[in-house]
């Protein structure tokens, strides 16, 4: 009987082992580590600068162990709070949007770029060349460990090569995947032979419904999104601040909605292709109450058709392996009833090459 392994997704063993049929990247918070805070941390500095607070990361991790909520309930706490002293949903929507880019606008403190950085990555298609080239040797020097560097430059790689993800899914309120790789896609194409105009785009962002109108590969932000507003813009940018969800009034209404946007979107894609998370803790309630449903419908299907049982899961959970074998194992089998299993890394810079020997991709894509 065929045993269940997980993917050691960096070695020569598993190459091509997701390479055939369609696949969905499905990617969260994680993913932007580094140049923009973690939920974790998000969370932490919204308690501290809305309560006044100081905790430290120790501290507050502390605190939400003893208490037992979760993430999304304490910024709801700090929402209301923020209620109850006469500010808007949008003012908290501000104070997230300051919050998420903190980190991005400090790096590029005191540079030439400083000034215009926000209006490139707003506007990675039509910003003059010099600035793309400028902004990517930025983001590269000071961001080079970022995961989303990396996964941009595997998902241009993967179009390239005539394996584009069906789809990708972010729970991200941040644009900065899509945005870098538009930037990368002119970066490379400036840098090589003329004649100089717009490279392929492969990848259209789809912040609701209705923004579906190509035959790209949609990134879908399927909790919405917050662009990053210039400190002198009148208007802020068209984004998808209006379908957050980061409140846990919100989480508790998409749980108890019907058939909500979020839910048939990811339903469909688990039920139809194989998912690839990165960034993700895989702790996200909805997450696993959508991917416990759908494994039962495989489940289902492959006994009707004679099949029996699958071992071993066909969605890839990629993760850092842990030193300790017992624990391996835990996370081998903590999620069997999800239809999804680890493909261990061992550090985030390698998942670049991860993702491409899993697809298969040419060397040198």
């Known amino acids: 009987m065929k045993s269940l392994v997980a993917v050691d997704a960096a070695t020569e063993k598993f190459r091509g082992c997701a390479g055939s049929g369609r696949w969905t990247l499905c990617v969260g918070a994680g993913l932007s580590r580094g140049i923009a805070p973690t939920w974790f941390d998000l969370t932490l500095r919204i308690i501290n600068e809305v309560f006044s607070a100081s905790y430290s990361a120790e501290q507050f991790d502390k605190l939400v162990a003893d208490t037992g909520w979760s993430l999304d309930a304490w910024i709801q706490a700090g929402a209301n709070d923020y209620k109850l002293r006469g500010k808007t949903d949008e003012e908290f929507?501000?104070?997230?949007?300051?919050?998420?880019?903190?980190?991005l606008r400090k790096a590029a403190s005191g540079?030439?770029?400083?000034?215009?950085?926000?209006?490139?990555?707003?506007?990675?298609?039509?910003?003059?060349?010099?600035?793309?080239?400028?902004?990517?040797?930025?983001?590269?020097?000071?961001?080079?460990?970022?995961?989303v560097l990396g996964v941009a430059r595997f998902l241009i790689a993967a179009a390239k090569a005539g394996k584009a993800p069906y789809s990708v899914i972010t729970f991200n309120a941040d644009t900065l995947l899509e945005t870098l790789i538009d930037l990368l896609l002119r970066r490379d194409h400036y840098l090589g032979p003329g004649p100089y105009g717009h490279p392929d785009y492969f990848y259209k962002p789809v912040r609701r419904p209705q923004d579906i109108s190509s035959e790209k590969t949609f990134v879908f932000h399927c909790h919405g999104t917050i662009m990053p507003r210039s400190a002198n813009a009148n208007e802020g940018p068209s984004d998808g601040r209006d379908r957050l969800v980061f409140l846990e009034r919100e989480y508790l209404r998409i749980a108890s909605t019907s058939a909500s946007w979020p839910e048939t979107l990811f339903q469909f894609h688990s039920q139809t292709t194989r998912m690839l998370f990165v960034?993700?803790?895989?702790?996200?309630?909805?997450?696993?109450?959508?991917?416990?449903?759908?494994?039962?419908?495989?489940?289902?299907?492959?006994?009707?058709?004679?099949?029996?049982?699958?071992?071993?899961?066909?969605?890839?959970?990629?993760?850092?392996?842990?030193?300790?074998?017992?624990?391996?194992?835990?996370?081998l089998v903590s999620l069997l009833h999800l239809g999804i299993r680890p493909a261990w890394i061992d550090d985030w810079p390698q998942i670049e090459h991860a993702l491409s020997n899993v697809l298969g991709l040419p060397s040198g894509a």
């Not at 066909?314 to 300790?324: A, E, G, I, N, Y």
Request: neutral net charge; proline residues 4%.
């Open 279 to 331: 960034g993700l803790s895989m702790s996200d309630a909805n997450i696993r109450r959508w991917m416990s449903s759908a494994n039962d419908s495989v489940a289902r299907d492959y006994e009707l058709l004679g099949k029996g049982q699958r071992v071993n899961p066909q969605h890839l959970w990629f993760t850092r392996k842990p030193m300790d074998e017992s624990l391996a194992r835990l996370r």
């Open 111 to 147: 540079l030439p770029l400083e000034r215009y950085l926000i209006q490139v990555l707003n506007d990675a298609r039509t910003t003059p060349r010099a600035r793309v080239l400028e902004v990517c040797e930025f983001l590269e020097s000071r961001f080079s460990q970022a995961s």
């Open 93 to 103: 929507t501000d104070l997230i949007e300051s919050i998420l880019y903190a980190d």
